[in-house]
Structure formats: structure tokens, C-alpha cells
């Protein structure tokens, strides 16, 4: 099947399956349906914010410069924690990243509770000051 789409405001032919044909198909009428009923309720007092959140918006791509921005903060986030022992650095991941708390770390390093925070707290410290830093470039 053809179907048209609108590319940086240029309509284009593309031939597709029928299943990506039909899902195109189910799109649009999704999203015509919510334009109605934001026209309907257009002073936003009834209209429901969770049917646009959950079916008004499709699937996010970033953009190539927002890709760009991701994987450069990611590198310079993964070079102040090479600058860590591989023992502060696993401390912070557990509880930065996994979100467990500092007793549930240190039974699993086999250590203190005191001695994760230490751990936890450098390892803060040294993301502020590379940001502290960056902002007086």
C-alpha cells in the first residue's frame, strides 16, 4: 500500500505493509478523535490530560542534537566517575542508579553503612566540583 506522509512539511509517497498501513490508519483516527474532544473542551476544565498522555502522543524519537546532548553529558558523567576507586564508583551506581539504600549496599560490599555514605559522598563531591568547574569555563 502508498501511503502520504508529511516530511519537514513535504508530502511524500511511501509504500508500506498493510499492518504498517493500518496502524498509520489507527493513528490518525486516535488523533483526530483527541483534537474533538480537546475542541469540545477547549477551556481545559474537563478535558482529560490522561487520554493525551497515553494515546494522543506516539512513540518518542529524539532528535540527532538532543542524541548528541545525551551522549556527551553521558561521557563526561562516565569521565568523573573513572576518576573514582572501582569501589566508590559501584557504591554510588547501587545507589544512585538501583536506588537501594545504604544498609542494603553495604551487605552487599561487606562493609559499613558509614563506609558506603563515605563512598557515596566523595563521589558527589567530585560531580560538583566538575560541575562547579564547567559552569566557570
Known sequence: MEVTIN????????????????FLDRADHKTENLFH????????????????????????????????????????LMAVLDTCTEAQRRRFLLYALDEL????????????KVAVYQSVEAVRKKFINFFENRLNE
Open 7 to 22: 516530511y519537514n512539511g513535504q508530502a511524500v509517497a511511501v509504500e508500506v505493509t498493510l499492518e504498517v498501513y493500518e
Open 37 to 76: 474532544e480537546q475542541r469540545r473542551h477547549w477551556d481545559g476544565r474537563e478535558f482529560d490530560e490522561y487520554i493525551i498522555t497515553t494515546e494522543g502522543v506516539g512513540v518518542y524519537g529524539e532528535t540527532p542534537e538532543e542524541y548528541l546532548c545525551r551522549m556527551e553529558t553521558l561521557h563526561e
Open 101 to 112: 539504600s545504604l544498609a542494603e549496599i553495604g551487605v552487599l560490599c561487606g562493609c559499613s
